[in-house]
């Protein structure tokens, strides 16, 4: 099968590990099974992680991507009637059994749409610290510029860290939403679908900045967008009806998929 | 791979949190309780003697121990009801008029007016109705009403003032902002297509608000008026200022008579013993008459919201 | 032809009419206010604020000790029903869900519209038989227990109206349920909050009937919590119903300052809300 998607590349070229280098796993499901009350919405959920790559989640509305994205930091045991079996597994240890607020400060979320706290932007990046207990008066600024300027946003709001974040344009929100969770720095960052609500150029520099970020920090993105999903993932995993009907590597998934469902959504007959 | 199910581990805080914020609520369960429980209690000498017989008895003689509640229901229900074919007119058409009619600046200015009518303290209607409403009643209206319509039993009878219509229409204006807000939001979530339906099929403007949109409305526009109909039962101040006190039953309107409430508030503060019980027997029949009209009306707006649309 | 025209007529009519509706009862406003200020203004002098009331008969004095009576009562009041309603509502609004938070708020709704003058009596029962006598405590429980049910309803309200997704947002950065509502959840409602008590006290201040007999009224100022107090709304309501031309300008005066209060803090309060929710 030979589909046709063009992957364009980056201005700028990733170094450090190189793509090619066999890469350990850091997060993996185990046969995850999700329920909404009566309503099975993942079945068998099985995937490995690997460590600082970027591992994009695909599939058409309603497959099940982010509900699966929400169990690995089980933002899902916000909401009551739901239910999962199967394994969580981040660094050999078993994340359904672990204190889930230790967990979360391991794996970080950036939502849909940015979500400040109505505080000032430094508050915003430092509350994460504080709430943890990790904000010392010495460090908390110098960890609020550190978080700020791998989110690529330090030098458009240094001089105005007192205002409101609610000032700020929704690109830089979200950016501000991604410093946010970097301020503990995490292990596993979780995006779901982070610039769906932004413009194109927006897009690109959040897509930029995971790409500087996965250096450092293993990436989980869902998106909805294929093109997004080729520009930059590494791994690729493409969910239909709650299943994981494959999981590849992304040029692999993007011009020669095994399963005829793969290629009917990569060549957009559906979805 | 194994399956097992998993619970989600809550923080040791959290439970303790919510264990202490626990108290709260029900405290207010507790509160709830305890009314019911003391006025059951204090009025147990009242009902115990006179029983059932008490709501239709006309007697209240505190020197020979004779109490009944009916001349105080029949005012209460009159004036109430008198407040509400008054209000129930004036405050549709307004409400009509600022959801339908009136362009947005001008219903939000209006709107934003009435909800301060709605905080001013029931003491100073009273004031209004004592030094104003009650002199004009006297010297001007009561008369006007007697030479041209007081062939009628409800205008029958010698005029002081102070009245069953004097308090009806002091109530009337109390409950009116009341009826205009609910009744205007209810109209403002009927769905904008029924209107449009209509007036594509031709019909005035007019006619598309009355035949349709406000149809449509009825369960919000009913609810409105059953709370404001607890809201006149309950209202003791400006009665009691412009009722006239005096138990009877009188079939005219311009006649004095007498609310539960004002008599509670007159005769409370010296009064012990039986009097006292009989008293708040009548608090207690004054406390399930309200909840019930109230609970009623919840119920009516509960289901206008239910079945709506959005709002426009 | 004609019919249309029948039609267009009562179209017209029926515009004015409700038209007429409207300005009826928004003119009701404006005739309250204008006769509480002239009547009030007239009487209003500086003697009224500062003197305490003559005994009977006697012309002159004042209802200064009505005014602190009334902060004292509203402040107590306040005191001891915010943090019940406060925290009652942060409970039912974040920590609970199903057939509790329906029942506490079902019961919430119903106190809401118990008359004002049966909480009086409730207080009565519970504070002045066992005290046998009147105390601002009594009237200050009973104005409470009006109080509580609005706090509740306002900090529910506002907690509800924060989005999901902030809540979201504390959550996946580590923090502890109660944590996220304590540094997230009730400060970004909390204005909308504040604004909510604030209306509640402007409720409580102008209440009359549940003073009546727990914290009754006394011509002088008030000793100590256990003595009855007098209060703005009872002092109106005693001199309006009194024979004596003297003291019915003093109700006016009263009035005036009342309502002015009253309406000042409904005014500065939805001004507020409404800035709030756009």
Known sequence: MDVAIKIPTFSSTPTGAPATQAARTKLSARGINFYYGNFQALHGITLDIPEFRITSLIGPSGCGKSTFLRTLNRMHETIRGTRLNGEVILDGENALAMNVTMLRRRIGMVFQKPNPFPKSIFENVAYGLRVNGLASRATLADSVEKSLRRAALWEEVKDILDRSANALSGGQQQRLCIARALAVDPEVLLLDEPSSALDPIATGKIEELLFELKKSCTIVIVTHNMQQAARIADETGFFLMGKLIEFDKAPVIFTNPSKKETEDYITGRFG | ?312 | MKRYFIRRTINGFMLALTGLCTLTAVSLLLVILGFLVYNGAASLSWNFLTQLPKPTGETGGGFANAIVGSAELVLLATLIGSPIGFLAGVYLSEFSGGRFAFLVRYVTDILNGVPSIVMGLFAYTLIVVPMKGFSVIAGAVALSVIFIPLAVRTTEQFLQAVPQSLREGALALGATKWKSVATVVIPAASRGILTGMMLGVARIAGETAPLLFTSANNQFWSSSFSQPVASLPAMIYKNAISPYKDLHSQAWAAGLLLLGLVLTINIAGRMILARNSK
């Not at chain 2, 149809?215 to 009665?239: D, K």
Request: proline share 5%; aromatic share 8%.
């Open chain 2, 1 to 312: 791979m194994t399956a097992e199910y998993h619970r989600p581990t809550t923080d040791l805080k959290d439970t303790l949190v919510r264990a202490a914020l626990w108290i709260f609520p029900m405290a207010i369960l507790a509160l709830a309780a305890l009314l019911v429980y003391e006025l059951l209690g204090l009025s147990v000498e009242a009902r115990a003697k006179f029983g059932w017989a008490f709501l239709s008895s006309k007697e209240w003689d505190p020197s020979i121990e004779d109490f009944g509640a009916l001349p105080y229901i029949y005012g209460t229900v009159v004036t109430s009801v008198l407040a509400l074919v008054f209000s129930l007119p004036l405050g549709l058409g307004a409400a009509i008029f600022l959801s339908e009619l009136a362009p947005r600046g001008i219903a939000d200015a209006i709107t934003f007016i009435i909800q301060l009518l709605a905080a001013v303290p029931s003491v100073i209607y009273g004031l209004l109705a004592t030094f104003l409403m009650v002199p004009l009643l006297r010297s001007t209206i009561n008369p006007f009403l007697k030479q041209y319509l007081g062939f009628l039993p409800i205008f029958s009878g010698p005029s002081y003032g102070v009245s069953f219509l004097a308090a009806g229409l002091i109530l009337a204006i109390m409950v009116l902002p009341l009826i205009i807000s609910i009744s205007r939001e209810a109209l403002l979530t009927v769905p904008a297509d029924q209107r449009e339906a209509a007036l594509a099929l031709g019909a005035t403007k007019w006619e598309a608000t009355w035949q349709v949109v406000v149809p449509y409305a009825r369960l919000g526009i009913t609810g409105s008026v059953f709370l404001a109909l607890a809201r006149a039962l309950g209202e003791t101040m400006a009665v009691t200022m412009v009722i006239g006190n005096t138990p009877q039953i009188s079939e005219s309107l311009l006649a004095p008579g007498y609310s539960i409430a004002a008599v509670i508030a007159n005769e409370f503060g010296e009064a012990n013993g039986l009097h006292l019980s009989a008293l708040i027997t009548l608090g207690l029949v004054l406390l399930g008459l309200t909840v019930l009209i109230n609970g009623v009306a919840r119920l009516l707006i509960a289901a206008s919201n239910r079945g709506q649309g959005k709002a426009r």
